[in-house]
């Protein structure tokens, strides 16, 4: 099972940017299929954006033309790039990869868009 440890989060006024990162604790060459997901308060888990070992990328409908989703293999880290934040983007964002039957999570790291 791979760890994964998401950094970047904080907080940034409306219309702002921000990166996260998800490193992983091996390598994700072989990870087929790797994610960010957010939990706003009172709300369900939702799936931001998703990409494979091969590159194709999914987005949620929300994020789409805003948000971007990438990964380096050689550095073991995906990455969401986050602009033109809305304060409905407040959530706590975790980075999941899938391997077989294997999940792994991260823990998490807090993003606040207000002014």
């Known amino acids: 099972q791979v760890q994964l440890v998401e950094s970047g989060g904080g907080l940034v006024q409306p219309g702002g940017s921000l990166r996260l990162s998800c490193a992983a604790s091996r390598s994700i060459f072989s990870i087929y299929f790797m994610g960010w997901y957010r939990q706003a308060p009172g709300k369900q888990r939702e799936l931001v954006a998703a990409?494979?070992?091969?590159?194709?990328?999914n987005y949620a409908d929300s994020v789409k033309g805003r948000f971007t989703i990438s990964r380096d293999n050689a550095k073991n880290t995906m990455y969401l790039q986050m602009n033109s934040l809305k304060p409905e983007d407040t959530a706590v964002y975790s980075c999941?990869?899938?391997?077989?039957?294997?999940?792994?999570w991260g823990q998490g790291t807090q993003v606040t868009v207000s002014s």
């Open positions: 999941n990869a899938k391997s077989g039957i294997t999940t792994s």
């Open positions: 990409i494979t070992n091969g590159g194709a990328t």
